[in-house]
């Protein structure tokens, strides 16, 4: 994973400018940086973000907390295998009742809580896969998330961000330019190459 060093030296690379340069700091590049890996996490549901972990079920309780929760991008029954359908917070209240019980089938999130119904009538296990969150980058050695190839992506926004305090408005529009043809075709590249879960809509799941 490339470190923050190199990527600073890169976006000077990228926009001409020596280290000598008192109008854009390395602290002003750590700053474009990270702003410009923000950018980037959120366009797109990047694999390299996704973590899973093991929730265990027991009867009766639909409440469990999450670790590092950023946002659920699935919740899979490990056995009977099948994916939890995502629901608004009021449409369960509608059928949010402890004595109607058996086989997960919904859920709703709230910040690190998760809530699934019906509330299970026996013991399971959930792989919940979920979105982390981004680490930014302050020392030199610190390393980026994303593979490689990202980097350009990165630099390119970074870049922007120098063209923006430097006025350039030549050179602003063409970094914006880079980067939006660069995230469009990191997204579409990582959309070929990840199959996306079919979610089981199952309705048949109270006993």
């Known amino acids: ?3 923050l060093t190199v990527l600073t030296a890169r976006v000077r690379n990228r926009c001409n400018l020596p280290a000598a340069d008192a109008r854009v700091t390395d602290a002003n590049l750590t700053d474009f940086i990270n702003t410009a890996m923000h950018d980037a996490d959120e366009e797109f549901d990047w694999p390299w973000m996704e973590r899973i972990e093991q929730i265990s079920v027991t009867a009766g309780d639909n409440t469990y907390g999450v670790t590092n929760y950023k946002g659920t991008t699935s919740l899979t029954l490990v056995d009977p295998p099948s ?4 629901k608004p917070w009021k449409w369960l209240q509608r059928i949010n009742d402890a004595t109607l019980q058996g086989i997960p089938r919904f859920y709703t999130e709230d910040v690190d809580v998760i809530y ?3 509330y299970p009538n026996a013991a399971f296990t959930l792989d919940h896969r979920y979105k982390t969150t981004l680490t930014e980058l302050a020392a030199g050695s610190d390393a980026v998330q994303s ?3 990202f980097d ?3 630099v390119s926004q970074a870049s922007y961000y120098v063209a923006q305090k430097l006025r350039d408005s030549e050179h602003y529009q063409m970094f914006q330019k880079s980067y939006k043809d660069q995230i469009g075709t990191a997204s579409d590249r990582v959309s070929r190459n990840f199959e996306p879960i079919v979610p089981n ?3 048949d799941w109270w006993i």
């Not at 994916?83 to 995502?86: A, H, I, S, T």
């Open 201 to 203: 809509t199952r309705n």
């Open 147 to 149: 593979p490689d190839w």
């Open 83 to 86: 994916v939890l359908v995502r």
């Open 1 to 3: 994973m490339t470190t």
């Open 116 to 118: 699934i119904y019906p």
């Open 152 to 154: 350009r992506i990165i």
